[in-house]
């Protein structure tokens, strides 16, 4: 156990769809990363924030959008979802803004089938 | 920003054998490079990283090498188990940013 929550597990969903992925870090850990795996593909980053700013930003379509909040839990929010979007998003969490170690800590993922 | 690729996609090995896993990364600021196992529904995990000013690193049956002239990094499983069977992922992480880029990752599966 990582220690890093996500809900909900699985989600299932129709095109056009808002759903909203919760990710509670690590005790401790102040910086969040959000990222999606697709079929066959890998790690794609998403976004980073740290202490409830937002720090680094990746291939996140418009349509997306994430926040920390103070108690630094984590929500993504994908609105007018598409087939496309079907994929499992991991979040990660981690003490530093710039980690010094290649030490991410992952939860086990939100599965999320656009229908 | 910084790419990195990850080779094969797919591995099979009889229980026992040796596996490699290589990676080529293209950013030479990168200086960190974690290699992470995701067992089948769980999330990605390290298992063991090396940084740029070391040649090679060794934990059990794991050993990661890293050739920074090249650059390219490999990661060594011997001695195969059946719980070796994983989706292997390298990374790099450029001492200028806070991303983590990964490869597509790595299918591993030993044979009993």
């Known amino acids: 156990d990582s220690g890093v929550t996500q809900t909900p597990k699985h989600l299932i969903t129709a095109t056009g769809q808002r759903v909203t992925l919760r990710c509670s870090p690590r005790?401790?850990?102040?910086?969040v990363y959000w990222y999606q795996q697709s079929l066959d593909q890998g790690l794609q980053f998403l976004i980073q924030?740290?202490?409830?700013?937002?720090?680094a930003k990746g291939n996140i379509l418009e349509r997306f959008s994430a926040q920390q909040f103070p108690d630094l839990h984590s929500e993504l929010n994908l609105s007018s979802l598409e087939l496309g979007d079907s994929a499992l998003y991991f979040c990660a969490s981690s003490t530093r803004d710039r980690p010094k170690t290649g030490e991410l800590f992952f939860g086990e993922g939100s599965r999320l089938t656009v229908l | 920003g910084e790419n990195v690729e990850q080779h094969p996609s797919t591995l099979s090995v009889q229980e026992g054998d040796s596996a490699v896993i290589k990676c080529t990364y293209s950013?030479?600021?990168?200086?960190?490079f974690p290699w992470y196992k995701q067992e089948l529904g769980k999330g990605p995990q390290l298992i063991i990283d090396?940084?740029?000013?070391?040649g090679e690193k060794k934990d059990q049956r794991i050993a990661v090498t890293l050739n920074k002239t090249a650059k390219h990094f490999s990661l060594h499983i011997t001695e195969t188990q059946p719980e070796d069977s994983a989706v292997y992922f390298c990374?790099?992480?450029?001492?200028?940013?806070?991303?983590?880029?990964f490869g597509t990752g790595t299918s591993l599966t030993v044979i009993p």
């Open positions: 005790s401790g850990d102040l910086s």
């Open positions: 090396i940084r740029s000013n070391v």
């Open positions: 990374a790099a992480i450029p001492n200028t940013g806070n991303q983590f880029y």
């Open positions: 924030y740290y202490n409830g700013e937002e720090r």
């Open positions: 950013d030479s600021a990168s200086n960190y």
